[in-house]
């Protein structure tokens, strides 16, 4: 394992404990979410400072947030109230909320946005026995072009759209099932194209590539699909079961595909321990885990969670926020 150090870090400033939610990476640097209903931006240079945008967000309570733009720093968020909001952080504060996406009053749980296909999708809590995907055309009217109602039989709990295809979209859910839709396809019969029955409700799923699909439980069950012809029965590649055995850690934070096609990162943290592991997932070994290039965090949030990371390669920078209300900046040893 290569241990980081923590050379900067930022505590949000008030007596109430306040978690940081999320952290969006964009090229401008890491921006925030947190539990005081805050949407920050951060100088990745200079954590410490604090944020230099900080804008109140309108969502009752905040629930997620997406990149809609990386480059041009537009995010979008959205929270309990099921309003959705499009932030452009170029702007005064006072026009940084761009668009504000309506028609929809239930509790919004995750989002996927595409800049590519002019596209916002939220996922929302289970309720009056309907559990709703919405999509927006961003450049239409500030009401859905799709709903779909019967996608999941339960809370939408994960979006993501495929990698190079702006018309894929995954969907996670706690009735356990992974599907993949097709957002041209209006009738609601024909949009799910595949899907995958993971078999215990869904934290995070997302694409690895253009074909393979991972899916984490909420209690720490992690295993591999596969969009392929040859795996058209949609049972899983890998199935690695319980993570906490596999990597002896205590919770997953996240998996991320890495940039380069090599594999994915995964977050995994011991808070008792007061640690926090990044774990190569290696596709070129046959997606096997690479412990002994591990990255780790040592200290990491002391024994709070880390809710959530990213990675910034150039800089050769991780940023890690957690349940303490840190965000905090880890670098190699100069």
Known sequence: MYPLTCVDGYRIPLRDEV????????????ATISSDQKLSLFNPANVS????????????????????????????TAGEDGSVSLWDLRQDARQAEVARLTNNQVPVLSLACSSAGFSVVAGTELQD??????????????????????VHSDDVTELNFHPTDSNILLSG???????????????????????????????????LNST??????????????????????????????DMRNVLGCQYIANVFAKSN??????????HDQEAFELVHLNKAQDWSFDRENSVGLPGAHSSEIIRSFCFYDEAQTVFSAGEDGYIKAWKPNA
């Open 19 to 30: 978690y940081v939610l999320d952290i969006i990476p964009l090229i401008a640097g890491p």
């Open 49 to 76: 400072a604090g944020p230099h945008i900080n804008l109140s967000t309108h969502h009752g309570n905040i629930t997620c947030a997406k990149a809609f733009d990386a480059g041009s720093a537009v995010v979008c």
């Open 129 to 150: 026995h309907q559990a709703s995907i919405l999509v927006w055309d961003v450049r239409g009217t500030p009401t859905p072009k799709l709903h779909y109602k019967e």
């Open 173 to 207: 859910s706690t009735d356990g099932l992974v599907n993949i839709c097709d957002t041209r396809i209006t009738d609601e019969d024909e949009v799910v194209i595949q899907t995958f029955n993971h078999d215990a409700s869904i934290h995070h799923a997302g694409f």
């Open 212 to 241: 393979e699909v991972f899916a984490l439980s909420h209690d720490e069950k992690l295993a591999l699909y596969d969009m392929a012809e040859n795996h058209e029965n949609g049972a899983a590649t890998i199935n690695f079961g």
């Open 261 to 270: 096609g090599a594999g994915a990162v995964i977050g995994a943290g011991a």
